[in-house]
């Protein structure tokens, strides 16, 4: 059984950059999309992008200009970047392996609250 | 990019009654790239039905899915107490490239 667990500071300051890492256990980090997904408290969810083993990612449009992922295969590891934080990206991010074939999310991470705050 | 509308917002009902959830989309979605998901608060979501119909590992079968091009539909035949929660459709698509949108969500409260 996968597991995905997410880690990285709880708050962050506004204009720095937020950073999380997700690891995978109970299995390979390869063979899947590797996805972050956020949700301000009492909202919906909205996908921030994607990484694939080899590196290769797609970004939300609307995130595109501040998100960088990245991803250590030795770890069992992916990691989210986001730059110029304001308090809009207040949230629960959670990771999710997403299905190579059919894009769905079958594993998630209990998520983390990251508050960007002075 | 596609935009997933899901209605009714809540959805009240009682335990034993049948709840039908809709997603629309703005655009064609490939049943393929179709999904449900059950959020209850405090936990993440879990996959209920992927490929618009097929029902996730371990999921009861009085959930069903169904749909094809801008309309998909989640059905829970029986409301059990466990299935009060928020549910999310979520599409993959090819606008733009890649690209992968969630429904704004439908809350199933007791009535």
């Known amino acids: 059984q996968v597991q995905l667990q997410e880690s990285g500071p709880g708050l962050v300051k506004p204009s720095e950059t937020l950073s999380l890492t997700c690891t995978v256990s109970?299995?390979?980090?390869?063979?899947?999309?590797w996805s972050w997904i956020r949700q301000p408290a009492g909202k919906g969810l909205e996908w921030i992008g994607r990484i694939y083993t080899s590196g290769s990612t797609n970004y939300n449009p609307s995130l595109k200009s501040r998100v960088t992922m990245s991803v250590d295969t030795s770890k069992n590891q992916f990691s989210l970047k986001l730059s110029s934080v304001t308090a809009a990206d207040t949230a629960v991010y959670y990771c999710?392996?997403?299905?190579?074939?059919?894009?769905?999310?079958?594993?998630w991470g209990q998520g983390t609250l990251v508050t960007v705050s002075s | 990019e596609i935009v997933l509308t899901q209605s009714p917002g809540t959805l009240s009902l009682s335990p034993g009654e049948r709840a039908t959830l809709s997603c629309r989309a703005s655009q064609s979605v490939s049943s393929s790239y179709l999904a449900w998901y059950q959020q209850k608060p405090g936990q993440a979501p879990r996959l209920l039905i992927y490929?618009?119909?097929s029902r996730a590992t371990g999921i009861p079968d009085r959930f069903s899915g169904s749909g094809s091009g801008t309309d998909f539909t989640l059905t829970i035949s029986r409301l059990e107490p466990e299935d009060f929660a928020v549910y999310y459709c979520?599409?993959?698509?090819?606008?733009?490239?890649?690209?992968?949108?969630f429904g704004g969500g439908t809350k199933v409260e007791i009535k």
């Open positions: 490929g618009a119909s």
């Open positions: 979520q599409q993959y698509g090819s606008s733009p490239p890649g690209g992968l949108t």
């Open positions: 109970g299995g390979s980090i390869s063979s899947y999309y």
């Open positions: 999710a392996s997403e299905d190579s074939k059919l894009h769905y999310f079958d594993y």
